[in-house]
């Protein structure tokens, strides 16, 4: 295993230290937590943002922390839910006296904990609700799951629910705004390399040169089915075509679309990704009002992608192209087609 870091049992204080130093003007760490939150916090008599999870999906979630996102980002180890209490404490930092909304990808260690920590904060007196990212669509259950996994797609809702929040919002209406993202939400990814979790020393699966893995999710897991290599715009066809299935989209449905690689994707492979699926999305007559590309949530150093498309009804693409500022989301980086 060659990997750069000093002692596998420290990746994620060593990392969190390494991002609050990098980003000062963004992040602070709490003293004694794996928490991390705005170094300039919210306005009080705003809602919050918490959302969090597993290390290894950099620059998911700490890279989200800023205005017109995220209030607070809770890190468990590689792969690993965070803890209840350390929730909690994300949940009290962000807390503005107008509640909080955590924003949990649907794996069942993040959500039990997440769902214990809301409990815990309900008794403190913090209103809070929470809604759960399930935009998958290559597997209905999984090891980690009951029903579909929350992967990539769960970036749009943190920022859909972060400029409703910024725009004054109450909580029942944040609530609601990234609901209707999640219902409007799908995504599919695959592998082309598996990546090494620190403390396994060793590759989750193994390929072949010649094959890769149809249907992964972003916790180093084997996909859906084993295949061999294909072009990327046979990829982008097969997955296109899963997505646009589920979601029931048709001629003139206008959607955003998030390109996001998995660790260790160059950003060229990225980008050839990115035109064939434009051009499947000219072709289906689905205008794309809203496009990112890179990578947003990994799986360590993975090889491959996924594609998340999300339908623009209701006022999803306001939110959308609202302004934000975060160490993974620069101002301007979010911008209009």
Same mark, same amino acid.
């Given at each position: 295993?060659?990997?750069?870091?000093?002692?596998?049992? &420290?990746?994620?204080?060593?990392?969190?230290?390494?991002?609050?130093?990098?980003?000062?003007?963004?992040?602070?760490?709490?003293?004694?937590?794996?928490?991390?939150?705005?170094?300039?916090?919210?306005?009080?008599?705003?809602?919050? $943002?918490?959302?969090?999870?597993?290390?290894?999906?950099?620059?998911?979630?700490?890279?989200?922390?800023?205005?017109?996102?995220?209030?607070? &980002?809770?890190?468990? @180890?590689?792969? *690993?839910?965070?803890?209840?209490?350390?929730?909690? +404490?994300?949940?009290? #930092?962000?807390?503005?006296? &107008?509640? #909080?909304?955590?924003?949990?990808?649907?794996?069942?260690?993040?959500?039990?904990?997440? +769902?214990?920590?809301?409990?815990?904060?309900?008794?403190?007196?913090?209103?809070?609700?929470?809604?759960?990212?399930?935009?998958?669509?290559?597997?209905?259950?999984?090891?980690?799951?009951?029903?579909?996994?929350?992967?990539?797609?769960?970036?749009?809702?943190?920022?859909?629910?972060?400029?409703?929040? +910024?725009?004054?919002?109450?909580?029942?209406?944040?609530?609601?705004?990234?609901?209707?993202? $999640?219902?409007?939400?799908?995504?599919?990814?695959?592998?082309?390399?598996?990546?090494? %979790?620190?403390?396994?020393?060793?590759?989750?699966?193994?390929?072949? @040169?010649?094959?890769?893995?149809?249907?992964?999710?972003?916790?180093?897991?084997?996909?859906?089915?084993?295949?061999?290599?294909?072009?990327?715009?046979?990829?982008?066809?097969? #997955?296109?075509?899963?997505?646009?299935?589920?979601?029931?989209?048709? &001629?003139?449905?206008?959607?955003?679309?998030?390109?996001?690689?998995?660790?260790?994707?160059?950003?060229?492979?990225?980008?050839?990704?990115?035109?064939?699926?434009?051009?499947?999305?000219?072709?289906?007559?689905? %205008?794309?009002?809203?496009?990112?590309?890179?990578?947003?949530?990994?799986?360590? +150093?993975?090889?491959?992608?996924?594609?998340?498309?999300?339908?623009?009804?209701?006022?999803?693409?306001?939110?959308?192209?609202?302004?934000?500022? *975060?160490?993974?989301?620069?101002?301007?980086?979010?911008?209009?087609?």
């Amino acid at each position: 295993m060659k990997k750069l870091l000093d002692r596998v049992e &420290a990746v994620v204080d060593d990392m969190l230290d390494g991002l609050a130093w990098s980003f000062p003007d963004y992040l602070r760490r709490i003293p004694q937590t794996r928490v991390m939150t705005r170094a300039r916090p919210k306005d009080l008599g705003k809602v919050g $943002i918490v959302s969090g999870g597993g290390s290894g999906h950099e620059p998911a979630h700490s890279g989200y922390v800023g205005f017109g996102m995220l209030d607070a &980002a809770v890190a468990g @180890e590689v792969f *690993t839910s965070p803890t209840p209490d350390q929730i909690l +404490e994300g949940i009290r #930092v962000a807390d503005r006296g &107008a509640g #909080v909304l955590l924003i949990i990808k649907n794996y069942t260690g993040d959500v039990m904990n997440f +769902e214990i920590a809301k409990d815990m904060a309900s008794a403190e007196g913090i209103l809070t609700e929470a809604v759960i990212v399930n935009d998958d669509v290559a597997v209905e259950d999984s090891l980690f799951t009951t029903g579909r996994r929350g992967i990539a797609g769960t970036i749009l809702v943190h920022k859909i629910a972060g400029a409703l929040a +910024e725009d004054g919002c109450d909580l029942t209406t944040v609530s609601r705004g990234a609901n209707t993202a $999640i219902q409007n939400l799908r995504s599919m990814g695959f592998a082309l390399a598996p990546c090494t %979790p620190p403390a396994a020393g060793q590759p989750s699966f193994t390929l072949a @040169e010649n094959e890769m893995e149809m249907g992964i999710g972003i916790h180093g897991e084997p996909g859906t089915r084993r295949q061999p290599v294909q072009p990327a715009r046979d990829l982008a066809d097969y #997955v296109l075509s899963r997505i646009v299935e589920d979601l029931q989209l048709k &001629a003139g449905d206008s959607v955003a679309c998030l390109i996001n690689g998995m660790g260790a994707t160059p950003l060229m492979e990225l980008a050839i990704l990115a035109k064939d699926v434009s051009m499947w999305l000219q072709n289906a007559n689905i %205008p794309c009002n809203f496009a990112l590309m890179g990578e947003y949530m990994t799986s360590l +150093e993975m090889a491959g992608a996924s594609v998340t498309l999300l339908r623009l009804r209701d006022d999803l693409e306001r939110w959308l192209k609202a302004p934000c500022d *975060t160490p993974a989301m620069r101002q301007g980086v979010m911008h209009e087609r």
